[in-house]
Structure formats: structure tokens, C-alpha cells
């Protein structure tokens, strides 16, 4: 399998008090900071925390799966996937990533793959620009 060639993300506020609520050190904090700063606080820490932590079992569940279960899974609830494929984005190599099973993949073309892109790699014109 091919490396997750993102970078790991860095939390942009300088001031923790901001992440009051996100326990530090834990396997989903990082992506709790990650929505907290590319939303401008409209998902604030308390939620975000909870948020992350949804997002981390999504990753760890479909993590497990073998590949046409994966595909299944892209293809039938690419929400799911995408939300998923976060994790890893936000984490970086060497984290897995989700969506590196599926560009070998001939039964997926290519504008299916661009809709599974997280939104750290395909952010909405809500988040914040240049931050990914």
C-alpha cells in the first residue's frame, strides 16, 4: 500500500485556552483542534470533541474492513467514507489512508474518488481557505 502523503496537521491558536474541552493526548484530539480552527470556532471545543471522537471510531471501523467491503461502503454511503478519511488526512503519514484503497481501483473512476476527498483535502467554502 502507498504512504499517506499528507502532512499532520498543526493547531493554529497559540492560546489552549481555546481547547478547553478537548482532552489533550487522546487518539481523536487532534481532529477536535482541526474543526475548532478551520470553522472558526462555530463548532467550538466542547462539541468538537465529540465530534472527533465519532470520527475516530468511523476510521477505526472501516479500517478494518477488506477491500470490496470498503468499496461498498465508498460507493453506497460516501458520507460515512469521507467523514472516515479525516482522520487520516488530519493525522498524516503514518496513519492509513482510506482513500489510497480505492485509487487502484478500477470499478471507481475518478470523479467518484474526488467526492470522497475529506474536507481537509477538499474543504467547503465554509471552512477557512489555506488551511490544509
Not at 493554529?12 to 482532552?23: N, S, V
Not at 471501523?61 to 454511503?77: E, F, I, P, Q
Request: with cysteine.
Amino acid at each position: 500500500m502507498k504512504d499517506n502523503l499528507n502532512k499532520t496537521y498543526k493547531p493554529t491558536r497559540e492560546d489552549m485556552g481555546d481547547y478547553y474541552a478537548i482532552e489533550p493526548r487522546t487518539t481523536h484530539s487532534l481532529v477536535a483542534k482541526y474543526l475548532v480552527d478551520s470553522t472558526d470556532d462555530v463548532v467550538y471545543s466542547k462539541p468538537a470533541e465529540g465530534i472527533a471522537e465519532a470520527i475516530n471510531l468511523l476510521w477505526s471501523s472501516l479500517n478494518g474492513l477488506d477491500l470490496w467491503r470498503m468499496k461498498y461502503v465508498a460507493k453506497h454511503m460516501p458520507e460515512v467514507f469521507k467523514l472516515a478519511q479525516l482522520y487520516s488526512d488530519v493525522y498524516g503519514s503514518p496513519c492509513v489512508s482510506l482513500i489510497q484503497y480505492m485509487e487502484d481501483d478500477q470499478d471507481i473512476g475518478p470523479n467518484h474518488l474526488e467526492k470522497l476527498k475529506s474536507y481537509r483535502t477538499n474543504p467547503p467554502s465554509i471552512f477557512k481557505k489555506g488551511e490544509v
